[in-house]
């Protein structure tokens, strides 16, 4: 056994099941093996036949021209509104979104793009009059507003496609261009059962991530026309995530369109089945968004109901007064199972 492959992330937990992200899903055999087998080159020399094939994949899917397969969902968004903007121009995104509340501002610290926060509305969406309020007229005062960033789905919630092409008209309607973080895309389609051109034709450029819902290790691509495309993997140049023999990521990921976007409604139906069960306890008020679910009990709870679960195996995030429970594919109905049997053994 090598150093590390004994060791648990959650040190002094004997973790049975883990609902902090669906970011912590590991590769199972199957992808192990498509990762091993992957006919590899040199990426940045355009030569991986497998990160090739990822890309041509996605645009064709999501019914735009070409993709860029990038390490990681911020490196990916921030390629995207560096191609999108220049010094001095603004972005508009939701206040909830994660590309303004959890991407460190990299737009602005990198990139001199400022960040102008609308407020999220109950639905994760942004409303057209928000957006219309935020852009500034043509003025050498004010920044430049050049893009919309919207996200789907934003907390799990699934923004359905009317709403989100209402907001996406306004910003194009004033000459703006419109990038989704869309970390969680598959989610969204699963939950709003359209085809993945029908959610992609609200935007310019979207982001999606493999390591989340979809359970790769590794990766984000980032889809959209030729000039867009060619702009952000200049931008990954300069970011410094231009990978060499990145085909056995991306081995993972074709594995993952293959096999694993099916499966996304399973983790569905587990986290209503949890807010189901938890809606029988005294936890506070539930809310189930597509793999997701919250929960807000009473404060004196926090401590003691998380020394509980995780003396049975069971880990949820340390977040406070709302806690968030995620389904992904390290979540069996056995864990669920037994989480919710660790629930009711503590507010018995
Ligand atoms: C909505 C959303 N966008 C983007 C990201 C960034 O992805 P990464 O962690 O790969 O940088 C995340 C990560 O959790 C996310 O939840």
Redesign the pocket.
């Known amino acids: 056994m090598s150093t590390y492959s004994g060791m648990n992330a959650t040190s002094g937990v004997n973790t049975i099941c883990d609902f902090r992200?669906d970011?912590i899903t590991r590769p199972d055999v199957a992808m192990r093996e498509a990762m091993a087998s992957a006919v590899v080159g040199d990426d940045v020399y355009g030569d991986d036949p497998t990160v090739n094939h990822l890309e041509e994949r996605l645009a064709d899917m999501l019914g735009k021209e070409a993709a860029v397969f990038f390490?990681?969902?911020?490196?990916?968004?921030l390629a995207a509104i560096m191609a999108h903007c220049g010094r001095g121009d603004e972005i508009i995104v939701g206040n909830e979104?994660?590309?303004f509340c959890?991407?460190a501002a990299g737009a602005s610290v990198l990139a001199g793009i400022s960040l102008n926060p609308v407020k999220t509305e109950m639905g994760g969406e942004v409303s057209p009059d928000s957006i219309a309020a935020a852009i500034k007229e043509d003025d050498p005062h004010y920044a430049r507003s050049r893009l919309l960033c919207l996200?789907n789905?934003?907390s799990g919630r699934a923004i359905p496609i009317q709403t989100i092409n209402t907001s996406a008209k306004v910003a194009k309607d004033a000459g703006l261009s419109v990038h989704l973080?869309g970390?969680?895309f598959f989610n969204a389609i699963t939950a709003l059962k359209c085809s993945p051109k029908e959610l992609a034709d609200c935007a310019d450029s979207i982001?999606l991530?493999m390591?989340?819902g979809l359970g790769t290790p590794v990766g984000?691509v980032l889809v959209g026309s030729h000039a867009l495309t060619a702009q952000a993997r200049r931008n990954r140049k300069i970011l410094g995530g231009s990978m060499r023999q990145s085909g056995i990521l991306a081995a993972a990921a074709l594995y993952a369109l293959d096999h694993n976007i099916e499966t996304l409604v399973q983790d569905h139906n587990r986290a209503e089945r949890l807010a189901n069960a938890l809606t029988t306890l005294d936890v506070g008020a539930v809310v189930h968004n597509s793999n997701m679910v919250f929960f807000t009990p009473a404060p004196e709870h926090h401590k003691t109901l998380y020394a509980h679960m995780a003396k049975t195996g069971v880990v949820i995030g340390g977040q406070s007064p709302t806690i968030r429970m995620v389904m992904h594919r390290d979540i069996s109905d056995d864990a669920l199972d037994l989480a919710i049997q660790s629930f009711q053994s503590y507010y018995a």
């Open positions: 992200s970011t390490p990681t969902g911020t490196q990916s968004n979104y994660h590309t959890d991407e996200e789905t934003v973080d970390a969680r982001s991530c390591s989340k984000s």
